[in-house]
């Protein structure tokens, strides 16, 4: 599987951002997508994931009730929706995916994900 993202850029603080990342190769079959992101000096951090069927969703406290995850399954495409970006929202964004379902406990565990994106970097400052 191999996982393109994109749609980063510089947004003013309460803005959005829609990331997209487009999967290829083998993405028949069950599959969960995440994503991640990691500022400077900081470690690698989840933010969202689903699983491809929908049936589940999971955010970071940070993000929740500001970013939304989604799939559109003709495209292979997840998306992160990002509204009231904040400066700490700065980071690099990657998307991550691994063929099988994750469960709850585990769907934000980075240990789980097979395949990530390059990353797209997202600043958001005045």
């Known amino acids: 599987v191999q996982l393109q993202a994109s749609g980063g850029g510089l947004v ?3 803005g959005s951002l829609r990331l997209s990342c487009v999967a290829s190769g083998r ?6 997508m995440g994503w991640f992101r990691q ?8 933010v969202a994931a ?8 999971r955010y ?9 995850i989604s799939r559109d399954n ?19 964004y990657y ?19 097979d395949y990530w994106g390059q990353g797209t970097q997202v600043t958001v400052s005045s």
């Open 39 to 46: 500022a400077p000096q900081n470690e690698r951090e989840f």
């Open 95 to 113: 998307c991550a995916a691994v063929r099988r379902g994750l469960i709850f406990s585990t769907i934000s565990d980075i240990k789980e994900y």
């Open 12 to 14: 003013q603080p309460g």
């Open 74 to 92: 003709a495209k292979n495409t997840g998306y992160l929706q990002m509204n009231s970006l904040k400066p700490e929202d700065t980071a690099v």
């Open 27 to 32: 993405t028949s079959g069950t599959y969960t």
């Open 50 to 57: 689903i699983r491809w069927s929908g049936a589940m969703t």
């Open 60 to 68: 970071a406290d940070s993000v929740k009730g500001r970013f939304a």
